[in-house]
T-cell receptor, first 111, second 115 residues
Framework: AQSVTQLDSQVPVFEEAPVELRCNYS??????LFWYVQYPNQGLQLLLK??????LVKGINGFEAEFNKSQTSFHLRKPSVHISDTAEYFC?????????FGSGTKLNVKP | DAGVIQSPRHEVTEMGQEVTLRCKPI?????LFWYRQTMMRGLELLIY????????DSGMPEDRFSAKMPNASFSTLKIQPSEPRDSAVYFC?????????????FGPGTRLTVL
């Protein structure tokens, strides 16, 4: 079975600063990778996904992520965050049999 | 499309009572997922269906939990009897064919409190 590790449970950052949210998964077999965002009191929404092709994936709201197969990582980045990016971010992996979610990273953007 | 619909949005009940959570997936989606989210355990997949058939229920915590999908537009998650440790937010999500590579669309969740 897969496991997904989000090393940072909380990330505080000032507005307009860059941010990176880290995600590592356990297996190097073929997988699909996702980042979801959860705003307070809402369900999860897809930010971006990697299925194949270019290892740099661009998503909504200016976020991007880079798939690194050798390091089994899929870190999420944004060059300049806004207050509205304050939310919880989940990395997810599927090995075609099941979805596995990370424990989430709470991004707190301060003015 | 209205998205995934869940009801009720909030449920407060007493220990020992039966609880039924409801979900209407997006029309045309073949996959339906039930998740539970708690502070302690994060987001857990409980069960998922493909074309109304349960595919993997290994995440269902115990026999008190059961899920059904009688048709393509409706699913229920039932807890009987409920316990305080069942308190959580329960999400339903749906996805189009090849759901495991496609985006899952989440409902707003049902916040369950068992006293």
């Amino acid at each position: 079975a897969q496991s997904v590790t989000q090393l940072d449970s909380q990330v505080p950052v000032f507005e307009e600063a860059p941010v990176e949210l880290r995600c590592n998964y356990s297996s190097s077999v073929s997988v699909y990778l996702f980042w979801y965002v959860q705003y307070p009191n809402q369900g999860l929404q897809l930010l971006l996904k990697y299925l194949s092709g270019s290892t740099l994936v661009k998503g909504i709201n200016g976020f991007e992520a880079e798939f690194n197969k050798s390091q089994t990582s899929f870190h999420l980045r944004k060059p300049s965050v806004h207050i509205s990016d304050t939310a919880e971010y989940f990395c997810a992996v599927t090995d075609f049999n099941k979805f596995y979610f990370g424990s989430g990273t709470k991004l707190n953007v301060k003015p | 499309d209205a998205g995934v619909i869940q009801s009720p949005r909030h449920e407060v009940t007493e220990m020992g009572q039966e609880v039924t959570l409801r979900c209407k997936p997006i029309s045309g989606h073949d996959y339906l997922f039930w998740y539970r989210q708690t502070m302690m355990r994060g987001l857990e997949l409980l069960i998922y269906f493909n074309n109304n058939v349960p595919i993997d229920d290994s995440g269902m915590p115990e026999d008190r939990f059961s899920a059904k999908m009688p048709n393509a537009s409706f699913s229920t998650l039932k807890i009987q009897p409920s316990e305080p440790r069942d308190s959580a937010v329960y999400f339903c999500a749906s996805s189009a064919d090849r759901g495991l590579s496609n985006e899952q669309f989440f409902g707003p969740g049902t916040r369950l409190t068992v006293l």
